[in-house]
């Protein structure tokens, strides 16, 4: 029995409809191995097994019908373009190490070395944010696209899609974890962005390429996101959320949790202040504070030119009242009602008394430069207007 | 003998002539009816001798036979029976036709009484172009048939009338001499129950409860985004919460459209006839038109068709705006066969017995809400929808529809503190004013076409976009990723926003401002961040 004979045969099991975890680990411990599971199996002896007599009959004529031909899973692996790593491969994540329950097989597209880069974090959040949170999760996974860290996600609608999005459009790594098969990775809307993800990131997850999700698959995808990633950033959650369900994930594996604070008394974000108030979780209060509080996680690596990490490029930032003085009347107008928070175009007009066509084109003066970023139908300062005095 | 006389078909909004032809011969008492006829028409008979009997003639008891030529083409309605009557009558020798020529249009009923059809306008017309000047046509169709220049319209309030007409003043002493008098067994005025109200002009405008933008409060981008959309004959889409006001500001397009201009009134009126919305009115529909209907219309109700083939409201808002509430609600196929009249301009009806086309150069302005709660993305108030729901919601109303429209508005709901303060806003007449000057620059400039409907081309052409603003133009279409539909009509919506300020050429600025306008499709709301 080669090495390369059993990792084929830990494939081959683990692609069996109804061989989940707990089963595939009590039939590899009994057996002594993948391979001899399977040669069990074609010799129709798979209940001298103390655990096969727990499996239904389905679930061990399948087992026998892989085994009879296990070329079959590499196959359809092969077909959808899948890769695949387990434990007995030295490029296994060695955070899935900090599981109780790591996967056997962890399946993957993409480029399989962003799964080792140094500096990984994930950011996860409702699925459906207020437009501030929304805005929120991209400015973070811009922030830590600079950083040169990978942004991992759940590739799910709201805070994640938006996170991986904007960590896509700054040219960064973003890993999406999935909680189906690689056949449908997360909504359909998301195809494209899955796309964009592909080029430069991964998607991973642990069910094989045909498998359908079901009720338990997403929060048990969970546990992977905070295992693959060195911490967790929770923006807007419900007290009963999938994303706080990862956050404490993420505590039991000793990772660092940072949770973006609410308002008491506000739905989407009262997971968070409960976060925030019976664990450790770390409060993120600004990107400035977050980038330290990452900096005594994560050690110095080449491409930060001081040994430690920078909050902003090297490059001077503009200061809000510089950055005023090079704009015209209209756009100090509508930067000045930005400044002050969030609006949409009929409050720029009501605010600043100016004609719709001068109000909108202003708007648009500072969307071009990067200054304000539309949110739906919501402008958000950015850059120095996001620095009032 | 033989009697040949001479009534008009309606197909599509043009009219053709038709000659009804009745031989009554010895033979076995029968009568036949030739020359493709439809149900309605085949019951013609019936009609037809109930109506002689009860207007006091005699229905011969002789062998019948009614042509309507030309034979090949299918017949449909009621709008012969008069001829077909009055023939018989000649043919049988009760009157003699001493009146001269005179064309007959009018569905009896069984009393011997004239009932209103439709599309009398462009049946006389097509008469009078045949030479018919003298036309016979209902009461309660005569203002509409006396729109034609050169028609001689007489109004008939029954068969009697009509027998009197055509039997002219000699010929009337023959028509009574074997007449037995008529017998009124009706008790009501046969046209009791719709009076001929000829005061009211034509109107294709919607009965809705018209609202002035004084009293629309806040929402400034939408009304803007109105105003330029009206201006330029733009396809507009409105998004918000129910409270929004998109209806509100939908309601108060009819006063802000210039009234129509001679050639497209006529068009409107023609159009109105045939639908049978013209029924005792006078003059020709001067207020462009202006159509709601509701999101459970069939498809042959919005497209056209139907069993009695009727223009559908695309055409009632041809030259006009439909506008479309709750869009998202709408039949996929209803909204999907609007693809035509936006891209066209008109649509076609095709049956087997042939195909008619209908005009409908319409401008569409439609609302919808975000999602089936209608609070995606509302600050105040969570959406209830399950995930991934507004997302489908979205998703109904098909990517090629969305690309046909030019303007998308997402509105929020106004704040009740600024429904209270201030000054009222702008009143209608002021921005209609604006709205018909931009209309009628752009429409010399252009040579008769809005700016909505100037090809990439020719806006680009003609648009008078100045150095700083094409550059502008191509850093824009860099940074949003346009497509070369979405610079045309960014362009479009640009030169619209110069119309209205009065400006001969467009600037970096308009190009900005329009810029700022939505992209109709959008990207998907996940993506937008």
Same mark, same amino acid.
């Given at each position: 029995?080669?090495?390369?004979?059993?990792?084929?045969?830990?494939?081959?099991?683990?692609?069996?409809?109804?061989?989940?975890?707990?089963?595939?680990?009590?039939? +590899?411990?009994?057996?002594?191995?993948?391979?001899?599971?399977?040669?069990?199996?074609?010799?129709?002896?798979?209940?001298?097994?103390?655990?096969?007599?727990?499996?239904?009959?389905?679930?061990?004529?399948?087992?026998?019908?892989?085994?009879?031909?296990?070329?079959?899973?590499?196959?359809?692996?092969?077909?959808?373009?899948?890769?695949?790593?387990?434990?007995?491969?030295?490029?296994?994540?060695?955070?899935?190490?900090?599981?109780?329950?790591?996967?056997?097989?962890?399946?993957?597209?993409?480029?399989?070395?962003?799964?080792?880069?140094?500096?990984?974090?994930?950011?996860?959040?409702?699925?459906?944010?207020?437009?501030?949170?929304?805005?929120?999760?991209?400015?973070?996974?811009?922030?830590?696209?600079?950083?040169?860290?990978?942004?991992?996600?759940?590739?799910?609608?709201?805070?994640?899609?938006?996170?991986?999005?904007?960590?896509?459009?700054?040219?960064? +790594?973003?890993?999406?974890?999935?909680?189906?098969?690689?056949?449908?990775?997360?909504?359909?809307?998301?195809?494209?962005?899955?796309?964009?993800?592909?080029?430069?990131?991964?998607?991973?997850?642990?069910?094989?390429?045909?498998?359908?999700?079901?009720?338990?698959?997403?929060?048990?995808?969970?546990?992977?996101?905070?295992?693959?990633?060195?911490?967790?950033? +929770?923006?807007?959650?419900?007290?009963?959320?999938?994303?706080?369900?990862?956050?404490?994930?993420?505590?039991?594996?000793?990772?660092?949790?940072?949770?973006?604070?609410?308002?008491?008394?506000?739905?989407?974000?009262?997971?968070?202040?409960?976060?925030?108030?019976?664990?450790?979780?770390?409060?993120?209060?600004?990107?400035?504070?977050?980038?330290?509080?990452?900096?005594?996680?994560?050690?110095?690596?080449?491409?930060?030119?001081?040994?430690?990490?920078?909050?902003?490029?090297?490059?001077?930032?503009?200061?809000?009242?510089?950055?005023?003085?090079?704009?015209?009347?209209?756009?100090?107008?509508?930067?000045?009602?930005?400044?002050?928070?969030?609006?949409?175009?009929?409050?720029?007009?009501?605010?600043?008394?100016?004609?719709?066509?001068?109000?909108?084109?202003?708007?648009?003066?500072?969307?071009?430069?990067?200054?304000?970023?539309?949110?739906?139908?919501?402008?958000?300062?950015?850059?120095?207007?996001?620095?009032?005095? | 003998?033989?009697?040949?006389?001479?009534?008009?078909?309606?197909?599509?909004?043009?009219?053709?002539?038709?000659?009804?032809?009745?031989? *009554?011969?010895?033979?076995?008492?029968?009568?036949?009816?030739?020359?493709?006829?439809?149900?309605?028409?085949?019951?013609?008979?019936?009609?037809?001798?109930?109506?002689?009997?009860?207007?006091?003639?005699?229905?011969?008891?002789?062998?019948?036979?009614?042509?309507?030529?030309?034979?090949?083409?299918?017949?449909?309605?009621?709008?012969?029976?008069?001829?077909?009557?009055?023939? *018989?009558?000649?043919?049988?020798?009760?009157?003699?036709?001493?009146?001269?020529?005179?064309?007959?249009?009018?569905?009896?009923?069984?009393?011997?009484?004239?009932?209103?059809?439709?599309?009398?306008?462009?049946?006389?017309?097509?008469?009078?172009?045949?030479?018919?000047?003298?036309?016979?046509?209902?009461?309660?169709?005569?203002?509409?048939?006396?729109?034609?220049?050169?028609?001689?319209?007489?109004?008939?309030?029954?068969?009697?009338?009509?027998?009197?007409?055509?039997?002219?003043?000699?010929?009337?002493?023959?028509?009574?001499?074997?007449?037995?008098?008529?017998?009124? *067994?009706?008790?009501?005025?046969?046209?009791?129950?719709?009076?001929?109200?000829?005061?009211?002009?034509?109107?294709?405008?919607?009965?809705?409860?018209?609202?002035?933008?004084?009293?629309?409060?806040?929402?400034?981008?939408?009304?803007?985004?109105?105003?330029?959309?009206?201006?330029?004959?733009?396809?507009?889409?409105?998004?918000?919460?129910?409270?929004?006001?998109?209806?509100?500001?939908?309601?108060?397009?009819?006063?802000?459209?210039?009234?129509?201009?001679?050639?497209?009134?006529?068009?409107?009126?023609?159009?109105?006839?045939?639908?049978?919305?013209?029924?005792?009115?006078?003059?020709?529909?001067?207020?462009?038109?202006?159509?709601?209907?509701?999101?459970?219309?069939?498809?042959?109700?919005?497209?056209?068709?139907?069993?009695?083939?009727?223009?559908?409201?695309?055409?009632?808002?041809?030259?006009?705006?439909?506008?479309?509430?709750?869009?998202?609600?709408?039949?996929?196929?209803?909204?999907?066969?609007?693809?035509?009249?936006?891209?066209?301009?008109?649509?076609?009806?095709?049956?087997?017995?042939?195909?008619?086309?209908?005009?409908?150069?319409?401008?569409?302005?439609?609302?919808?809400?975000?999602?089936?709660?209608?609070?995606?993305?509302?600050?105040?108030?969570?959406?209830?929808?399950?995930?991934?729901?507004?997302?489908?919601?979205?998703?109904?109303?098909?990517?090629?529809?969305?690309?046909?429209?030019?303007?998308?508005?997402?509105?929020?709901?106004?704040?009740?503190?600024?429904?209270?303060?201030?000054?009222?806003?702008?009143?209608?007449?002021?921005?209609?004013?604006?709205?018909?000057?931009?209309?009628?620059?752009?429409?010399?400039?252009?040579?008769?076409?809005?700016?909505?409907?100037?090809?990439?081309?020719?806006?680009?052409?003609?648009?008078?976009?100045?150095?700083?603003?094409?550059?502008?133009?191509?850093?824009?279409?860099?940074?949003?990723?346009?497509?070369?539909?979405?610079?045309?009509?960014?362009?479009?919506?640009?030169?619209?926003?110069?119309?209205?300020?009065?400006?001969?050429?467009?600037?970096?600025?308009?190009?900005?401002?329009?810029?700022?306008?939505?992209?109709?499709?959008?990207?998907?709301?996940?993506?937008?961040?």
């Amino acid at each position: 029995m080669t090495d390369a004979a059993e990792r084929a045969a830990w494939i081959t099991l683990a692609g069996v409809d109804g061989v989940g975890l707990v089963h595939f680990g009590a039939l +590899v411990g009994q057996a002594g191995g993948a391979c001899a599971v399977l040669d069990l199996a074609r010799r129709g002896a798979l209940h001298d097994l103390p655990h096969a007599r727990r499996l239904t009959r389905a679930v061990r004529t399948a087992i026998a019908d892989a085994a009879h031909e296990p070329e079959r899973a590499q196959a359809e692996l092969d077909r959808s373009g899948v890769w695949t790593i387990t434990p007995l491969d030295a490029a296994y994540p060695p955070g899935l190490g900090d599981l109780a329950d790591p996967p056997p097989v962890l399946y993957g597209q993409g480029d399989q070395a962003a799964l080792a880069r140094p500096r990984r974090i994930s950011v996860v959040g409702t699925r459906r944010p207020s437009v501030l949170g929304r805005a929120l999760a991209g400015t973070i996974a811009r922030q830590l696209v600079q950083l040169d860290a990978v942004v991992v996600s759940g590739l799910a609608f709201g805070i994640d899609g938006a996170a991986q999005a904007a960590t896509v459009a700054a040219g960064g +790594v973003t890993v999406g974890v999935i909680g189906s098969g690689h056949q449908r990775p997360g909504p359909r809307a998301h195809a494209s962005l899955v796309r964009d993800i592909l080029t430069r990131g991964a998607v991973v997850g642990e069910l094989a390429p045909h498998a359908r999700p079901t009720r338990g698959t997403f929060p048990r995808r969970n546990r992977l996101l905070s295992a693959l990633s060195q911490a967790v950033i +929770v923006v807007e959650a419900p007290t009963r959320s999938g994303a706080v369900n990862t956050a404490h994930h993420a505590l039991e594996q000793g990772r660092a949790l940072f949770v973006v604070p609410g308002r008491p008394g506000d739905r989407l974000t009262a997971g968070c202040l409960r976060l925030l108030r019976e664990t450790e979780a770390r409060p993120v209060v600004g990107l400035d504070e977050l980038v330290a509080d990452l900096a005594e996680l994560w050690p110095a690596v080449g491409s930060d030119p001081d040994g430690r990490l920078q909050a902003r490029p090297a490059v001077p930032a503009l200061s809000w009242s510089d950055a005023l003085a090079l704009l015209g009347p209209a756009e100090r107008a509508v930067a000045r009602v930005l400044g002050a928070g969030p609006a949409g175009l009929d409050r720029v007009i009501a605010s600043t008394g100016l004609a719709p066509a001068t109000a909108a084109s202003a708007t648009t003066v500072l969307q071009l430069r990067g200054w304000v970023t539309l949110v739906g139908a919501t402008y958000v300062a950015a850059g120095p207007l996001a620095r009032p005095p | 003998m033989l009697a040949t006389l001479v009534t008009a078909v309606v197909d599509g909004l043009a009219g053709s002539l038709i000659r009804v032809e009745v031989d *009554v011969a010895p033979g076995i008492p029968m009568t036949r009816l030739v020359g493709l006829p439809d149900a309605a028409l085949s019951e013609a008979r019936e009609r037809v001798r109930a109506a002689i009997r009860n207007a006091g003639f005699e229905y011969p008891a002789s062998r019948v036979t009614v042509n309507l030529a030309p034979a090949d083409r299918p017949k449909r309605g009621a709008a012969y029976d008069l001829a077909i009557a009055v023939g *018989v009558l000649v043919a049988s020798g009760q009157i003699h036709a001493g009146g001269g020529s005179w064309a007959l249009l009018g569905e009896l009923s069984l009393d011997g009484s004239l009932q209103a059809v439709s599309g009398v306008l462009p049946m006389v017309a097509t008469l009078v172009r045949a030479g018919h000047r003298r036309i016979a046509v209902p009461a309660a169709n005569a203002a509409e048939g006396r729109l034609v220049a050169g028609a001689e319209v007489v109004a008939v309030q029954g068969l009697d009338d009509a027998a009197r007409l055509v039997a002219g003043p000699r010929g009337r002493r023959a028509a009574t001499a074997s007449r037995r008098p008529a017998t009124r *067994v009706s008790a009501v005025d046969p046209h009791g129950d719709r009076p001929a109200d000829t005061t009211r002009p034509a109107s294709l405008v919607a009965p809705i409860e018209a609202v002035d933008l004084a009293d629309v409060r806040g929402q400034a981008t939408a009304r803007w985004a109105l105003e330029i959309a009206l201006a330029g004959c733009h396809n507009l889409l409105l998004v918000g919460p129910p409270g929004a006001g998109k209806t509100l500001l939908a309601r108060s397009i009819p006063r802000l459209l210039p009234p129509l201009d001679d050639g497209e009134a006529l068009e409107a009126t023609v159009v109105a006839s045939v639908a049978g919305l013209l029924t005792g009115v006078a003059g020709l529909c001067r207020d462009r038109p202006f159509r709601a209907p509701h999101h459970t219309s069939s498809y042959a109700a919005l497209v056209g068709g139907g069993p009695r083939l009727a223009p559908g409201e695309v055409t009632l808002a041809h030259r006009g705006v439909l506008f479309l509430d709750e869009l998202a609600e709408f039949d996929r196929d209803v909204l999907d066969a609007l693809r035509q009249p936006l891209e066209d301009g008109s649509v076609t009806i095709a049956r087997a017995g042939g195909q008619v086309q209908y005009p409908a150069r319409l401008q569409l302005v439609a609302a919808m809400n975000p999602c089936r709660c209608g609070f995606a993305g509302d600050a105040s108030r969570p959406c209830t929808c399950p995930t991934g729901e507004p997302e489908r919601y979205v998703r109904r109303v098909s990517g090629p529809l969305l690309d046909r429209l030019d303007l998308r508005v997402e509105m929020e709901r106004v704040p009740p503190a600024a429904l209270l303060e201030g000054d009222p806003p702008e009143p209608s007449v002021q921005v209609a004013t604006r709205i018909a000057a931009a209309r009628e620059v752009a429409r010399q400039r252009n040579g008769g076409v809005p700016n909505a409907l100037l090809s990439g081309s020719a806006v680009l052409r003609v648009g008078g976009f100045d150095g700083r603003a094409r550059r502008r133009l191509e850093e824009v279409a860099a940074r949003q990723l346009l497509t070369a539909r979405g610079v045309h009509r960014l362009a479009r919506v640009a030169r619209t926003i110069a119309d209205l300020a009065g400006q001969g050429s467009v600037d970096e600025a308009t190009i900005l401002a329009a810029a700022n306008l939505r992209d109709p499709a959008g990207r998907p709301w996940e993506l937008a961040a």
